[in-house]
T-cell receptor, first 115, second 115 residues
Framework: DQQVKQNSPSLSVQEGRISILNCDYT??????FLWYKKYPAEGPTFLIS?????DKNEDGRFTVFLNKSAKHLSLHIVPSQPGDSAVYFC??????????????FGTGTLLAIQP | DGGITQSPKYLFRKEGQNVTLSCEQN?????MYWYRQDPGQGLRLIYY???????QKGDIAEGYSVSREKKESFPLTVTSAQKNPTAFYLC??????????????FGPGTRLTVT
């Protein structure tokens, strides 16, 4: 059962425009969410995170929005740049009170920025 | 400088052979993790460890074994019992989670090909 879903395997955006990557989750216990960026044959790098007490977090060109009622989060990149071309993973975690709080990853979205 | 190293970058083995993938970190992190990435499947957790000489199975531990004799090192052995060992393997580390807040840092990965 996929608890974190990224339903768009790929997305193509023109350079300079806004990229919007989406992520849905099913576990209502999740209260911390992260986005990672991954280039081919490299490890993922942390991009931005958000706690469930907030509905928006911004860092430069990157903004993450969280809609708890819809169990949906999105990553906005504006303006999109060629170096943003990568696979983006959404991840979530919950506080199970003493147990190791693991990250649950989505399947990733391949973002291609077109010149 | 601090980080996570995985070696080798590419590894080739014949079917039926065990193979050990190395992971070392100098971030002084207590927790370490092993994931595998397959196309279209995101990152799936194999094993994780929060403390030396202790580790827990993740979602897909069958056919794998680990050890944690030192805080800095968390080697993964892919045994001949693993039915589909060809994959990209990622090691990660983190400080111990605070509630649900956990930020994992990833190594560059090892591409294992078994023929």
């Amino acid at each position: 059962d996929q608890q974190v879903k990224q339903n768009s395997p790929s997305l193509s955006v023109q350079e300079g425009r806004i990229s919007i990557l989406n992520c849905d989750y099913t576990n209502s216990m999740f209260d911390y969410f992260l986005w990672y960026k991954k280039y081919p044959a490299e490890g993922p790098t942390f991009l931005i995170s958000i706690s469930s007490i907030k509905d928006k977090n911004e860092d430069g060109r990157f903004t993450v929005f969280l809609n708890k009622s819809a169990k949906h989060l999105s990553l906005h990149i504006v303006p999109s740049q060629p170096g943003d071309s990568a696979v983006y993973f959404c991840a979530a975690s919950a506080n199970y009170g003493g147990a190791t709080n693991k990250l649950i990853f989505g399947t990733g979205t391949l973002l291609a920025i077109q010149p | 400088d601090g980080g996570i190293t995985q070696s080798p970058k590419y590894l080739f083995r014949k079917e039926g052979q065990n193979v050990t993938l190395s992971c070392e970190q100098n971030l002084n992190h207590d927790a370490m993790y092993w994931y595998r990435q397959d196309p279209g499947q995101g990152l799936r957790l194999i094993y994780y460890s929060q403390i030396v000489n202790d580790f827990q199975k993740g979602d897909i531990a069958e056919g794998y074994s680990v050890s944690r004799e030192k805080k800095e090192s968390f080697p993964l052995t892919v045994t001949s019992a693993q039915k589909n060992p060809t994959a990209f393997y990622l090691c990660a580390s983190s400080t111990l989670p605070v509630g649900s807040v956990v930020l994992q840092y990833f190594g560059p990965g090892t591409r294992l090909t078994v023929t």
